[in-house]
């Protein structure tokens, strides 16, 4: 990203020029400085980062949208492709990142249960029990690969993208087009918690999370 914004890498001030004229969240900008310090530390060099050893960027805390139940399932039955459709359905039943689930293979599915072997964000890996409805759909899928979903993240999110914008401009609700591939794990957080009457512990086993602080 810093390169085609037009940052030279070899210099760290015109890095630290591009980063600070680009019109994005402070969050992006501390994740545009970690990476190219991973890219100083692989040549062996390092810079003055902008603010100093206290990062002049942080995090911005936001209020998540969690959608309800019934927008969610009206997304996955709005697509016409059978692969989106199990994809979303999937990341409902396992309540898994939307990045942890594109690698599950056919030998993670066996009978109702999914395993993630792939975790992301650093959680955990874990099985879950998902319902036959979802079995059904998976099994309806081409096997052309050892991954269930035999595409790319960036192609799965193009063609939701699509797929939301429809339904929301039919159903005449804008809320739809707020929904993120991600809500239906933060739906599911919020399910988890409703249930267990907001156990914190029983949500991090659950969402596969190793600190409880998240």
């Given at each position: 990203?810093?390169?085609?914004?037009?940052?030279?890498?070899?210099?760290?001030?015109?890095?630290?020029?591009t980063?600070a004229?680009?019109?994005?969240?402070?969050?992006?900008?501390?994740q545009?400085?970690?990476?190219?310090?991973?890219?100083?530390?692989?040549?062996?060099?390092?810079?003055?980062?902008?603010?100093?050893r206290?990062?002049?960027?942080?995090?911005?805390?936001?209020?998540?949208?969690?959608p309800?139940?019934?927008?969610?399932?009206?997304?996955?039955?709005?697509?016409?492709?059978?692969?989106?459709?199990?994809y979303?359905?999937?990341?409902?039943?396992?309540?898994?990142?939307?990045?942890?689930?594109?690698?599950?293979?056919w030998?993670?599915?066996?009978?109702?249960?999914?395993?993630?072997?792939?975790?992301?964000?650093?959680?955990?890996?874990?099985?879950l029990?998902?319902?036959?409805?979802?079995?059904?759909?998976?099994?309806?899928?081409p096997?052309?690969?050892n991954?269930?979903?035999?595409?790319?993240?960036?192609?799965?999110l193009?063609?939701?993208?699509?797929?939301?914008?429809?339904?929301?401009?039919?159903?005449?609700?804008?809320?739809?087009n707020?929904?993120e591939?991600?809500?239906?794990?933060?739906?599911?957080?919020?399910?988890?918690?409703?249930?267990?009457?907001?156990?914190?512990?029983?949500?991090m086993?659950?969402l596969?999370?190793?600190?409880v602080?998240?």
């Amino acid at each position: 990203t810093l390169v085609h914004l037009g940052a030279n890498l070899e210099d760290p001030e015109s890095v630290k020029a591009t980063i600070a004229a680009h019109v994005v969240k402070n969050g992006t900008k501390v994740q545009y400085c970690y990476s190219y310090e991973a890219y100083l530390t692989m040549q062996n060099k390092t810079w003055n980062r902008p603010g100093g050893r206290k990062l002049k960027y942080h995090q911005e805390e936001n209020i998540i949208y969690i959608p309800p139940e019934d927008h969610l399932d009206q997304l996955i039955a709005a697509t016409n492709s059978k692969r989106l459709a199990t994809y979303l359905q999937t990341l409902k039943e396992t309540f898994t990142d939307p990045g942890e689930a594109i690698p599950i293979e056919w030998n993670d599915v066996l009978d109702r249960q999914i395993a993630i072997r792939h975790p992301v964000k650093d959680h955990r890996p874990r099985t879950l029990e998902v319902s036959e409805k979802l079995i059904a759909m998976i099994n309806m899928l081409p096997h052309t690969s050892n991954r269930v979903f035999d595409c790319s993240y960036n192609s799965m999110l193009t063609v939701f993208v699509k797929v939301r914008r429809r339904l929301a401009t039919k159903t005449q609700n804008q809320r739809i087009n707020r929904i993120e591939l991600r809500s239906y794990r933060h739906w599911a957080g919020t399910k988890i918690a409703e249930l267990s009457n907001g156990n914190p512990i029983t949500v991090m086993k659950m969402l596969g999370i190793r600190n409880v602080t998240n």
